[in-house]
């Protein structure tokens, strides 16, 4: 919790208050047992009926004004842990979206959707319990010790001795359920990463008939996580059992001797029921303690695991707008490339190999530039180095002659405009979504962009057109639907390098030329990078990178590679095989 600490600055003033009355409160309790005695024994033993009303008109008193503190606590603690959760919250969504892809590959989406909801709601149960009772509960008991000293020493010997054995019982407890409450949820990590991909991926699992498999996986999971939180709960279990032993056995021991000191006459009534409601107020305050204890070591744990992702460093670092500006200084940058791969590898962390290794090669401004290989080739990894959604392992890839390094992030988002291979809109109208290109977009240049990603169709079907309201993640929309309209959300910043990744896969033959045709006409010096399965989606670019198994095989136009690539005759022979016999009665005889 240290380290979330920070975030409760701006609650000082509620999180010194909220304790503050708590204690107050506790003060009244503390007097309730004495001014019980003393209605014991003036009022009752003197028959004096005039001083037990005026002490119970006391407690009456008291009664209220705790009341009143408890109530005022309880606000001040509350204020404070909202307001702390709510920070926290935004903090953790703000640092995980200054993460580079490679952090986000390592975190996994599963443990962040857990650590911003359930953890952070643990932990602000567990600082709205702490503030009001961390305090209240330690207060009463070591209150009630010394209040039992101004009634009778020998007997407050009992609680001297009791208190310590409970306190180390109660830290030996928390001690071994910490670290058990942090693999309960690494085990909840993985009961919601099923829950996620078994939803999203229903349809998937009805279609293979694997129903029975998925709940028997997610029954495994669920039972791991059922047989942690019960081993668990059986240690927190123990607390209960454990304190009410010692305490009664320490309320026995009272008793006993409480009684003998009065029969002798050492001690009075009032104070020996004085002293067993202090020892009764010790059991109530040990009840909540064992909840708060629970409670606060599930924060803890949770509290841990929070900071663990406020303190992953993004391994990417932006320049700020007045460190350093692009210039075009450079004599690539003169030639005219607006993007350049200079020996460029790159490994994803944790593999065991280079997904990319030794590229290079250079792309002038205007050209269109076709990306093909066989599955794990590396294609989408290529295009993810251009935005630096990764950095290169070794080596240099410049834009405008310009390291992305250089650039502030704020310029690459202007510069580029990428489609990735699955299309991702969000819940809101088409025209919404569509601004996200450009918040300031008419109505007209929207249309337009529509038109280009061979859209309108699909825009003009809906009920409201642009106002269409798209579910959570467009699920109201096709496959091709969604990746049209992706395409046109990208057109729509008018972007200097537009990336298309495998982003027409799910568009019919015709749908897919008519868009290729449209991008080739677009206006200005945009660059274009298509990455496709399809040979005749990139069969007309003016540079085609053909990749296998992460390495540049071949570099220029179709007619080009299908004289020098094998690997890209490979490729369009197994896409065109009729054509294969024609190709090899061309070549000449040796």
Not at 347 to 362: E, H, M, Q, R, V
Not at 439 to 446: C, F, H, M, P
Request: overall charge neutral.
């Amino acid at each position: 919790m240290k380290r979330l600490a920070v975030y409760l600055k701006e609650y000082k003033k509620e999180s010194i208050l909220a304790p503050l009355f708590k204690l107050l409160e506790v003060v009244f309790d503390l007097i309730v047992p004495v001014v019980v005695a003393k209605m014991i024994d003036i009022g009752v033993a003197g028959k004096d009926r005039g001083y037990v009303f005026g002490c119970f008109a006391i407690l009456l008193l008291m009664a209220a004004v705790g009341l009143a503190c408890s109530i005022t606590a309880q606000y001040f603690a509350a204020k404070a842990s909202v307001g702390f959760a709510a920070k926290l919250r935004q903090a953790v969504f703000d640092h995980i979206q200054s993460l580079s892809f490679t952090e986000l590959d390592k975190l996994g989406t599963d443990t962040m959707i857990t650590r911003l909801t359930d953890d952070i709601n643990q932990i602000q149960n567990g600082l709205n319990m702490g503030l009001r009772l961390l305090l209240r509960s330690p207060f009463i008991v070591i209150g009630s010790m010394l209040m039992a000293f101004t009634i009778n020493t020998r007997c407050a010997l009992i609680f001297a001795v009791t208190i310590p054995v409970l306190f180390a019982v109660t830290f030996c407890i928390m001690l071994v359920s910490i670290p058990l409450f942090k693999k309960v949820q690494a085990a909840l990590d993985r009961v919601t990463a099923l829950t996620r991909e078994n939803l999203t991926g229903v349809r998937v699992i009805r279609a293979f008939c694997r129903e029975e498999q998925s709940a028997a996986e997610f029954k495994l999971s669920n039972d791991e996580l059922t047989r942690l939180n019960s081993f668990v709960g059986k240690i927190s279990a123990l607390l209960n059992p454990l304190t009410y032993v010692l305490i009664n056995i320490a309320a026995v021991a009272l008793i006993s001797s409480s009684a003998v000191q009065v029969n002798m006459g050492g001690m009075l009534q009032g104070d020996a029921v004085a002293l067993y409601n202090y020892m009764l107020q010790i059991i109530i305050e040990l009840i909540k303690l064992s909840s708060l204890i629970i409670t606060l070591n599930k924060s803890v744990a949770c509290a841990g695991r929070v900071a663990d992702v406020l303190e992953v460093q993004p391994a990417m670092r932006y320049p700020s707008e007045g460190e350093r500006a692009p210039q075009e200084s450079s004599s690539q940058a003169q030639s005219g490339y607006a993007v350049q791969f200079m020996d460029v590898t790159f490994t994803y962390s944790g593999a065991g190999a280079p997904s990319l290794k030794d590229i290079s090669f250079a792309v002038k401004r205007g050209q269109t530039v076709g990306i093909i290989g066989g599955t794990g080739s590396g294609k989408s990894t290529l295009v993810s180095l251009i935005p630096r959604f990764y950095d290169a392992e070794s080596g240099n890839v410049l834009i405008d002659g310009v390291s992305v390094k250089a650039y502030t992030e704020e310029e690459l988002c202007k510069k580029i405009g990428i489609v990735q291979q699955k299309a991702v809109l969000f819940k809101g109208s088409i025209r919404d979504n569509l601004k996200w290109g450009d918040e300031n977009a008419t109505d007209s240049e929207l249309w337009q962009v529509i038109t280009t990603a061979q859209a309108k169709d699909i825009v003009d079907g809906k009920e409201g057109k642009l106002d269409f309201e798209l579910e959570q993640g467009g699920k109201n929309l096709s496959g091709g639907q969604k990746q049209r309209l992706s395409i046109a959300r990208a057109l729509v910043k008018k972007p200097e390098i537009l990336i298309l990744d495998d982003s027409a896969s799910a568009l019919d033959y015709a749908t897919d030329a008519a868009l290729r045709k449209a991008i080739r006409s677009l206006s200005g010096d945009t660059t274009t990078f298509l990455v496709s399965q399809r040979i005749a989606g990139i069969k007309h670019a003016d540079i085609i990178l053909v990749l296998d198994n992460g390495r540049l095989m071949g570099t220029g136009t179709h007619d080009e590679l299908m004289r020098s690539s094998e690997v890209y005759r490979e490729i369009y022979f197994s896409q065109f095989p009729n054509e294969k016999a024609g190709y090899e009665k061309s070549l000449p005889l040796n």
